[in-house]
Nanobody, 119 residues
Framework: VQLVESGGGLVQPGGSLRLSCAAS????????MSWYRQAPGKERELVAS????????AYTDSVKGRFTISRDNAKNMVNLQMNNLNVEDTAVYYC?????????????WGKGTLVTVSS
C-alpha cells in the first residue's frame, strides 16, 4: 500500500498550492480520503475529508472557503486545492485513507509534503 503526496513547497501569503496524493495497492473507492496537517510543535489535525461513495466533504473551520478537497476514483487520486494561504497554514500535510464497509479498520498514511507560507 502506498500513499504518495506531492505539490508542497514555499508560497507567499495569499498564494495557492494544489496538493495531490496518489494511492496504490488498495481499493481506493472503498476508502474515506483525508488530508491532515502537523505544524511545528503542534498535534496533527484533520484538515479535510471526502467520503465514498457520494463524495461528501468536510473541512476544519480554519480552512473553510479556502481549501477544496476532491477525489478521482478512476485515477486513485485525491487533491487539496489551497487558496488564500496564510502563515498559519504552514505544516507538513499528510494524506490518509480509512477503510469503510469490508475494509473497515484499515488506516493508511503517506509520508507527508511540506507547505511553507512565508513572505
Amino acid at each position: 500500500v502506498q500513499l504518495v503526496e506531492s505539490g508542497g513547497g514555499l508560497v507567499q501569503p495569499g498564494g495557492s498550492l494544489r496538493l495531490s496524493c496518489a494511492a496504490s495497492a488498495f481499493t481506493f473507492s472503498s476508502y474515506i480520503m483525508s488530508w491532515y496537517r502537523q505544524a511545528p510543535g503542534k498535534e496533527r489535525e484533520l484538515v479535510a475529508s471526502i467520503t465514498t461513495p457520494g463524495g461528501r466533504t468536510a473541512y476544519t473551520d480554519s480552512v473553510k472557503g479556502r481549501f477544496t478537497i476532491s477525489r478521482d476514483n478512476a485515477k486513485n487520486m485525491v487533491n487539496l486545492q489551497m487558496n488564500n494561504l496564510n502563515v498559519e497554514d504552514t505544516a507538513v500535510y499528510y494524506c490518509n485513507a480509512k477503510g469503510v464497509n469490508l475494509d473497515y479498520g484499515m488506516d493508511y498514511w503517506g509520508k507527508g509534503t511540506l507547505v511553507t507560507v512565508s513572505s
